[in-house]
């Protein structure tokens, strides 16, 4: 039977990771805190990230070669759910664009990260 804690848990802090770690590009606090450091990330199907600094690098590149300065602001989750260890999220941009989130967390961090925007 899975624990509905520990979902809760991870599913507040994906909460944490976006609105206030990707939202303020807190990426060395708030963001990394959140992911372990040796995190795996699939994003949009580009090669593989492994570790929490490749996976900063990857990100901060993103949002340069989109207008620099912030990211697209993440204003909801309005679809969220897990089971054991993973978790699903959907989060809604502020220009309506939707992302997908599948996290496999360890020890209330992200160690596996696959992302569909």
């Avoid at 994906?14 to 770690?21: A, E, H, P, Q, T």
């Avoid at 959907?90 to 496999?104: C, L, S, W």
Wanted: hydrophobic residues 35%; aromatic residues 10%.
């Amino acid at each position: 039977m899975p624990n509905d804690e520990a979902v809760d848990r991870n599913l507040r802090g994906m909460d944490d990771l976006d609105f206030v770690g990707w939202n303020n590009a807190d990426w060395t606090g708030v963001f990394a805190h959140h992911h372990t450091d040796d995190v795996l990330v699939d994003w949009q199907g580009q090669p593989a990230t492994h570790g929490i600094e490749e996976h900063i690098e990857a990100m901060r590149s993103y949002v340069e070669e989109n207008g620099g300065g912030t990211p697209p602001q993440i204003t909801s989750h309005p679809i969220k759910f897990g089971s054991g260890e993973w978790t699903c999220v959907i989060g809604e941009f502020e220009n309506g664009a939707r992302m997908v989130t599948v996290a496999k967390w360890r020890d209330g961090a992200i160690a596996e990260e696959y992302i569909w925007a």
